[in-house]
């Protein structure tokens, strides 16, 4: 059974830094290009980040280039998502997604609050 799994979401005040987990079950996971998706209050879902299979490139949403930084970990079955000087504008739910062709699956969610 695949399995996504985020953590390390919460509140963090303007300014601060988050990282974000996903752990991956089920799969091989080297073999998935993995994303990273939020979707903030009322909006729909964009993605924010990528990362290629073997890490070696990504890319990333205007609104968080700079500032945000994805990474993967192919012998943990994780992918992360650094995340520094966070904006009110951040607050959203973030969702992994793992891809590989027309096969793809969703983690739950993790909540990000931005919030002085």
């Known amino acids: 059974q695949v399995q996504l799994v985020e953590s390390g979401g919460g509140l963090v005040q303007p300014g601060g830094s988050l990282r974000l987990s996903c752990a991956a079950s089920?799969?091989?996971?080297?073999?998935?290009?993995m994303n990273w998706h939020r979707q903030p209050p009322g909006k729909g879902r964009e993605l924010v980040a990528a990362?290629?299979?073997?890490?070696?490139?990504?890319i990333y949403a205007d609104s968080v280039k700079g500032r945000f930084t994805i990474s993967r970990d192919n012998a943990d079955n994780t992918v992360y998502l650094q995340m520094n000087n966070l904006k009110p504008e951040d607050t959203a739910v973030y969702y992994c997604?793992?891809?590989?062709?027309?096969?793809?699956?969703w983690g739950q969610g993790t909540q990000v609050t931005v919030s002085s």
């Open positions: 089920g799969l091989t996971f080297s073999r998935y290009a």
């Open positions: 990362i290629t299979r073997a890490g070696d490139s990504s």
């Open positions: 997604q793992a891809v590989n062709g027309q096969d793809n699956c």
